[in-house]
């Protein structure tokens, strides 16, 4: 075989959370934490900004509104739910994802079509600008909205309020909409799905994040059902594990009591529902290896993931961590870059990264390169000594005030636009 016929990517996760050994290291520039804690405790809880209004409603549901002016005259509303394929019984793979579908298939107030054609009417695009998703864990519906008259904004919670409670999975529209799904899935069949599906169950070992990619199979989507799809709605379309969001040129007062006319009359949930369930992506004391290939795969890429749990940000000393963190990935980012530009480089564009996991109690610091075919080992030996390095050795004083200052200025242009 024609090795430059096969690009392959591979992936390892290792057993000890390599960011973690290096945020614990003294760097030669460091200094005690009271020299930049000013007059505030770390321990002071951050505060909610005190234009974002927040609420609960009896019934469960959450809302946060934030009026802002600009652009005039537009607001977007979400409506996010706290479910997404994660929670999917082994017969309804890929039905959270099909029933995203399906709130604009027909819902009390709109027929087939009708929803579509209201939103034209007023100047949103399907696609471009209405939108939803599915994730693992979630399912976010957008919905930006004119707000020159209170009629629009009064059908846009319409909307918002049907798609929560009132979607009616018409046994007509499910059947034609099995094809419109199945050509989704279809459509991600390529060399990225492919090599997905080699390394997936690796890097996800025991975990049901490797069993639970949104769009499903094509098995279980050609049989959804109504009654499969109502069995997942009733279960986690609910108020307790919804919450809407407001933000644009409006009256907080009147959009706060559209949630509450719209969404305080949805019954709360039963004692006998189900509860939400959280999962993880567990350990591994050895580190787990993942080799993906695929003839059409257009380029090779080497991962060094290194799990952790996940870190919250509450307080003053949870922020600082965050812009150490912040800092620490610019530097080492800016090493990476300086060595793609030599002659010789064992890579041909490199990157260190922090993220969530998949999974929403575990983290990851990643290490990744795209090299040249047959590049693996020499791009992941070029990662590992340059994070070795900094563990070792620390920054320089020029590369800390560098990307300090490079930081100083991103939160200014922030706050310059902040309108």
Same mark, same amino acid.
């Given at each position: 075989m024609n090795v430059r016929a096969l690009s392959c990517s591979a992936l390892f996760l290792a057993a000890v959370p390599a960011f973690a050994q290096q945020s614990a290291t003294k760097p030669a520039?460091?200094? =005690?934490?009271?020299?930049?804690?000013?007059?505030?405790? @770390?321990?002071?809880? %951050? =505060?909610?900004d005190p234009k974002v209004r927040v609420?609960? @409603?009896?019934?469960? %549901?959450?809302?946060?509104?934030?009026?802002?002016?600009k652009p005039e005259k537009r607001a977007e509303l979400r409506l996010v739910v706290n479910a997404g394929s994660v929670l999917e019984a082994p017969d309804q793979l890929g039905l959270a994802h099909f029933i995203e579908h399906m709130a604009f298939n027909g819902t009390t107030h709109f027929a087939k079509n009708d929803l579509i054609k209201y939103l034209e009417s007023i100047g949103v695009r399907f696609g471009a600008d209405l939108n939803a998703y599915t994730s693992f864990d979630e399912t976010v519906f957008i919905l930006p909205i004119p707000t020159d008259t209170a009629r629009i904004v009064d059908q846009a919670f319409t909307i918002l309020d049907d798609w929560a409670h009132g979607q009616l999975m018409d046994p007509t529209e499910v059947a034609s909409e099995r094809g419109v799904v199945r050509e989704e899935w279809r459509g991600g069949r390529g060399a990225g799905e492919r090599m997905l599906q080699q390394w997936l169950p690796i890097a996800f070992k025991g975990s049901r994040y490797a069993e639970r990619l949104p769009i499903?199979?094509?098995?279980?989507?050609?049989?959804?059902?109504?009654a499969k799809l109502r069995r997942f709605y009733n279960d986690w379309y609910r108020p307790d594990l919804m919450a809407v969001i407001a933000v644009g040129d409006f009256d907080p007062n009147a959009i706060e009591k559209q949630i509450r006319t719209h969404f305080g009359s949805i019954p709360a949930a039963k004692p006998t529902a189900p509860k939400r369930p959280m999962y993880d992506v567990p350990g591994n004391k050895e580190p787990l290896v993942a080799i993906a290939s695929d003839k059409e795969a257009t380029s090779s890429n080497v991962n060094l993931i290194y799990k952790m749990p996940a870190e919250v940000t509450r307080t003053v000393g949870d922020y600082r961590r965050d812009l150490i963190e912040r800092l620490y990935l610019q530097m080492l980012n800016d090493r990476f870059t300086e060595i793609t530009q030599k002659p010789d480089a064992p890579f041909l564009a490199a990157g260190a990264s922090k993220d969530a996991f998949f999974a929403r109690n575990t983290e990851a610091f990643t290490l990744d390169?795209?090299?040249?075919?047959?590049?693996?080992?020499?791009g992941s030996e070029a990662l590992l000594k340059e994070a070795r390095r900094v563990d070792q050795f620390g920054f320089l004083q020029s590369e800390l005030d560098r990307a300090r200052q490079n930081l100083l200025r991103a939160y200014e242009r922030s706050y310059a636009e902040r309108d």
């Amino acid at each position: 075989m024609n090795v430059r016929a096969l690009s392959c990517s591979a992936l390892f996760l290792a057993a000890v959370p390599a960011f973690a050994q290096q945020s614990a290291t003294k760097p030669a520039v460091a200094k =005690p934490a009271a020299a930049y804690a000013g007059t505030t405790p @770390l321990a002071t809880r %951050l =505060p909610v900004d005190p234009k974002v209004r927040v609420g609960t @409603l009896p019934n469960g %549901l959450r809302y946060y509104i934030r009026q802002n002016a600009k652009p005039e005259k537009r607001a977007e509303l979400r409506l996010v739910v706290n479910a997404g394929s994660v929670l999917e019984a082994p017969d309804q793979l890929g039905l959270a994802h099909f029933i995203e579908h399906m709130a604009f298939n027909g819902t009390t107030h709109f027929a087939k079509n009708d929803l579509i054609k209201y939103l034209e009417s007023i100047g949103v695009r399907f696609g471009a600008d209405l939108n939803a998703y599915t994730s693992f864990d979630e399912t976010v519906f957008i919905l930006p909205i004119p707000t020159d008259t209170a009629r629009i904004v009064d059908q846009a919670f319409t909307i918002l309020d049907d798609w929560a409670h009132g979607q009616l999975m018409d046994p007509t529209e499910v059947a034609s909409e099995r094809g419109v799904v199945r050509e989704e899935w279809r459509g991600g069949r390529g060399a990225g799905e492919r090599m997905l599906q080699q390394w997936l169950p690796i890097a996800f070992k025991g975990s049901r994040y490797a069993e639970r990619l949104p769009i499903g199979n094509e098995a279980s989507i050609m049989a959804a059902t109504p009654a499969k799809l109502r069995r997942f709605y009733n279960d986690w379309y609910r108020p307790d594990l919804m919450a809407v969001i407001a933000v644009g040129d409006f009256d907080p007062n009147a959009i706060e009591k559209q949630i509450r006319t719209h969404f305080g009359s949805i019954p709360a949930a039963k004692p006998t529902a189900p509860k939400r369930p959280m999962y993880d992506v567990p350990g591994n004391k050895e580190p787990l290896v993942a080799i993906a290939s695929d003839k059409e795969a257009t380029s090779s890429n080497v991962n060094l993931i290194y799990k952790m749990p996940a870190e919250v940000t509450r307080t003053v000393g949870d922020y600082r961590r965050d812009l150490i963190e912040r800092l620490y990935l610019q530097m080492l980012n800016d090493r990476f870059t300086e060595i793609t530009q030599k002659p010789d480089a064992p890579f041909l564009a490199a990157g260190a990264s922090k993220d969530a996991f998949f999974a929403r109690n575990t983290e990851a610091f990643t290490l990744d390169a795209n090299v040249k075919d047959g590049g693996i080992e020499q791009g992941s030996e070029a990662l590992l000594k340059e994070a070795r390095r900094v563990d070792q050795f620390g920054f320089l004083q020029s590369e800390l005030d560098r990307a300090r200052q490079n930081l100083l200025r991103a939160y200014e242009r922030s706050y310059a636009e902040r309108d």
